[in-house]
């Protein structure tokens, strides 16, 4: 392996360090995307279960329970129960919007690496190809392999780019899945939220539980999922 990485030129070090930085932001949204799903199935029965009782500060224990980013937005909006509705979705669009960044850090690399290693493999063909012509025009065809070595170089680092860049977009589109699962479970836990609201929520309607603190934090912090 190290030979063939010494013959694909000086473009394999670029190349090496796509390589590194693709698994690496793999690795670390793969395992927060997994912490972000974890138990959310539990969640919305636990916090249905409390909404349908129209218990509030037990489905805000639950959100903490919990966590995620689901959770979170749950949260945001339940801080806000008893105001006027439309304080409630703004709340709700906050912290998904603010959860959905969180979710999607890191796929922007991802998407980057997609697109440079092929590029970087091509660079290495082009240069590859300079060597070969130029071994040619020294020593004629009476060397083959001076024009080789230039021809295994470009072969070379076209692989390597297309060997980086298959399965990183692989796991970008996989990713990009996965949080789209994830924002449609956020709008179906705020619909709850919504639901849950009933007159209660309209402006002028009775106020049941306020439980907006002086000072609100709305954008709860999922554990895991940063």
Sequence with gaps: MWG???????????????SILGVTVIFWRWWALRQATSGLTA???DLRGT???????????????HRGPVAAIVKAGLLRYGRPR????????????????????????????????PLLGFLGTVTGMINSFEALASV????????AKGISEALITTAAGLAIAIPVQMAYN??????NTIVRSMESAAHVVLESLGDDGDAGGTTRVDLTPANPELRTAPAGAR
């Design 4 to 18: 063939y990485f010494v013959r694909g030129g000086p473009v394999m070090w670029p190349l090496l360090a796509l």
């Design 43 to 45: 969640f919305m029965t």
């Design 51 to 65: 909404l349908v009782e129209k218990d509030v500060p037990g489905a805000v224990e639950v959100c903490e329970r």
């Design 86 to 117: 439309n304080q409630v979705e703004m709340a709700l669009e906050d912290a998904s919007a603010h959860e959905l960044a969180h979710l999607e850090r890191g796929l922007p690399i991802l998407a980057t690496v997609a697109m440079i290693a």
């Design 140 to 147: 004629g065809l009476n060397n083959p392999a001076a024009v």
């Design 174 to 179: 996989y990713f990009v899945t996965s949080v």
